[in-house]
């Protein structure tokens, strides 16, 4: 099994942590996590891909074992994220990459194409959103509406995203077989957004997702002139981003491959054995391993 390593590096003064594995000659993937969790979720795919390329999954600032300043000394945008995870992509000398993005890591990701579109190779999205259709409205109407008003009732509504309750729901609704999903993957998140002062970070990128539709209809123009390679491999039961946001990448770009699967948002935990392939597969024909 190949080895994964766990690194800090220090990225416009703020101390963010990555996990790296493979060769560093080796055509890289970046993994870009979601809420609310960090590069913990690759912890099984890496070893699964390594023998080829070499990939580099960071936390966002706030996340993980990164550093989670407080919001009067960061400005949590998902602008500012991108910002330090470009920056952190120059410290490591990657220019050349491609990228599989999940939740919140699909709108980051989306920000290093469109600024810099001839670095991105390949691109694998998984429950990652770029259409307004890949939203399901059940979840999203509360958050709409804190975007609206931040009063009392609506932030107390949002703040239920924080719970232990809602965050196993993230992981367990929609999966085939709640048994196969650990508990160490919603113990650990909740222990990390329980952080002092860390409710106000996850309140204010609540409020800057609503940066982040406005931008797709930039998303779909890199689509439909660069024609990235991209794999769209989906839960079809995610009660976040449902199966219609898979379905429309293929609009923009003809060539996109869409896998609808049985399982939930955090695919990994429970379809690794079919996602591992399917990836190896997609970018052997695009971006060789070595």
Same mark, same amino acid.
């Given at each position: 099994m190949a080895q994964v390593h766990h690194r800090f590096a220090d990225i416009q003064g703020h101390r963010l942590f990555y996990r790296a594995a493979g060769p560093a000659d080796a055509p890289a993937l970046v993994l870009l996590h979601g809420f609310p969790t960090s590069s913990f979720m690759f912890r099984h795919l890496m070893p699964r891909l390594a023998d080829g390329y070499h990939l580099i999954a960071p936390?966002?600032?706030?996340?993980?074992?990164s550093d989670a300043p407080g919001v009067d000394d960061f400005d949590y945008t998902f602008d500012a994220l991108t910002d330090l995870t470009a920056g952190l992509?120059?410290? @490591?000398? *990657?220019? &050349?990459?491609a990228l599989y993005v999940q939740d919140y890591g699909a709108p980051i990701g989306w920000r290093l194409a469109l600024r810099a579109p001839e670095a991105v190779t390949a691109i694998v999205t998984q429950n990652g959103n770029a259409y307004d259709e890949g939203f399901v409205e059940d979840f999203w109407r509360p958050v709409w509406a804190y975007q609206r008003d931040q009063g009392p009732e609506n932030e107390q509504a949002i703040r239920q995203a924080l719970s232990l309750d809602l965050i196993k729901w993230q992981y367990v609704t929609g999966v085939p077989d709640e048994s196969l999903v650990s508990p160490d993957t919603w113990h650990h998140d909740f222990q990390q957004v329980s952080r002092p002062g860390n409710d106000l970070v996850? @309140?204010? *990128?609540? &409020?800057d997702y609503a940066t982040n539709s406005p931008m797709y209809p930039r998303v779909h123009e890199y689509l439909r002139a660069h024609q990235p390679p991209l794999l769209a491999v989906w839960g079809r039961n995610d009660p976040i981003f449902g199966p219609a946001g898979a379905r429309a990448f293929v609009r923009d770009n003809p060539k996109a491959e869409v896998r609808l699967l049985d399982g939930g948002h955090f695919l990994l935990e429970t379809a690794l054995d079919e996602v591992a392939p399917m990836i190896r597969e997609f970018l052997g024909t695009r971006v060789p391993a070595r």
């Open positions: 936390d966002h600032l706030g996340f993980g074992f992509l120059g410290h @490591l000398g *990657l220019d &050349r990459y996850q @309140l204010k *990128l609540f &409020r």
